[in-house]
């Protein structure tokens, strides 16, 4: 009895593009590039929000940007269903609170705004982290993602500051927030932003310094945990990548 010889159905090869865009982190669940997205947004609002100081519509601007770094936020945490619950049951409220700002503001409103978007922040740095931590190889979207975790904590950070000077008027040697009927302290952030950044990478200026002791303990808890996720991010990069090149070469 002759034997009966089964088939294979034949491999089609991945079209070109395909295995690029797949190469670059862009293609499967990545698709279209969650993390460069988000980076675009958070550049975009870091350097947007202070060429338009001043203007009539900075704050609507600037409302926009917040919003969108918000919401692309929300995006890359659809990696995870926890995550992502989590995260959209605190950012709709950060949202809302921030539009309600421009006709309604009280202390405690602002004090809730700042503090919803600091936290839902913090909870997408995290994701970021355990995303970056649990892919077996380098790729661009995978290098983006590092850059977002950095760039949201100093805005996560910069948050707190503004609750900090809230809560305890005077914590810096500049005024960096101006309070007025027509403009709430919460919407004017440029300058906790450039602070921030200044503390998580430790360059130290020093045009604004701390003078109250909370806003002392958050600046070093920011420069601490700045340099050791760097140190950190670094040694993980880099063990991927030699674990990626002996695969290439076995």
Not at 76 to 102: D, E
Not at 114 to 120: G, I, N, Q, R
């Amino acid at each position: 009895m002759a034997e009966t010889s089964v088939q294979q159905p034949e491999t089609v090869p991945k079209p070109a593009s395909n295995r690029l865009w797949e190469a670059l982190g862009l293609g499967r669940r990545n698709w279209p590039g969650r993390y460069t997205l988000l980076l675009f947004v958070i550049l975009l609002m870091i350097v947007g929000e202070p060429m338009f100081a001043g203007h009539r519509l900075a704050q609507g601007l600037a409302s926009v940007s917040l919003s969108l770094v918000l919401l692309a936020a929300l995006y890359t945490l659809n990696l995870s269903p926890a995550y992502f619950t989590l995260g959209l049951l605190i950012m709709v409220p950060a949202i809302v609170t921030r539009w309600a700002l421009h006709w309604y503001h009280t202390p405690e409103l602002e004090l809730f705004a700042a503090l919803s978007a600091s936290v839902f922040i913090f909870i997408t740095v995290v994701g970021l982290v355990r995303e970056i931590f649990s892919v077996q190889r380098v790729t661009l979207d995978t290098i983006s993602a590092a850059i977002c975790a950095y760039l949201l904590m100093g805005l996560a950070w910069a948050f707190l500051f503004a609750v900090v000077a809230m809560e305890h008027p005077g914590s810096f040697s500049k005024v960096l927030l101006v309070h007025s009927e027509a403009l709430p302290m919460f919407m004017s952030l440029h300058n906790f932003f450039y602070y921030s950044f200044v503390c998580l990478t430790t360059t130290g200026f020093g045009d604004i310094a701390p003078t109250s002791d909370a806003a002392r303990a958050l600046s070093i808890l920011e420069s601490v945990t700045g340099q050791m996720y760097l140190a950190i991010l670094i040694a993980r990069l880099v063990s991927l990548e030699v674990a990626q090149s002996m695969l290439g070469r076995g």
